[in-house]
């Protein structure tokens, strides 16, 4: 079993940064590829970010390429995710989540979940 716990969210304006992180309990951090998800108002939750669980491959959903940084501490059982240049169309709950596999695909199960922190970012 693996509870992940979000933090760093908060209301920003926009052109700014925030730093999202996303702890885990367990011993077995390193053998999840571990991902950034969000879900705007109204709007089914998307893909944000991952990285897999050497932190040698990261992933994007091309409108935050460039502005978000996606990373990981696995002695810290931690993933981040850096956001820069902040835009109002950013705004949503963040999930963190866990997927049983060494390399991100689209397709591939995630086994767990975070409880969501709300970035707003204001225009």
């Known amino acids: 079993q693996v509870q992940l716990v979000e933090s760093g969210g908060g209301l920003v304006q926009a052109g700014g940064s925030l730093r999202l992180s996303c702890t885990a309990s367990?011993?077995?951090?390193?053998?999840?590829?571990m991902g950034w998800f969000r879900q705007a108002p109204g709007k089914e939750r998307e893909f944000v970010a991952a990285?897999?669980?050497?932190?040698?491959?990261?992933y994007y959903t091309d409108s935050v390429k460039g502005r978000f940084t996606i990373s990981r501490d696995n002695a810290k059982n931690t993933s981040y995710l850096q956001m820069n240049k902040l835009e109002p169309e950013d705004t949503a709950v963040y999930y963190c989540?866990?997927?049983?596999?060494?390399?991100?695909?689209?397709?591939?199960?995630?086994?767990?979940w975070g409880q969501g922190t709300q970035v707003t970012v204001s225009s």
């Open positions: 989540a866990a997927m049983p596999s060494a390399y991100y695909s689209s397709s591939g199960r995630i086994d767990y």
């Open positions: 367990g011993r077995t951090f390193s053998r999840y590829t």
């Open positions: 990285i897999s669980w050497s932190g040698g491959g990261t």
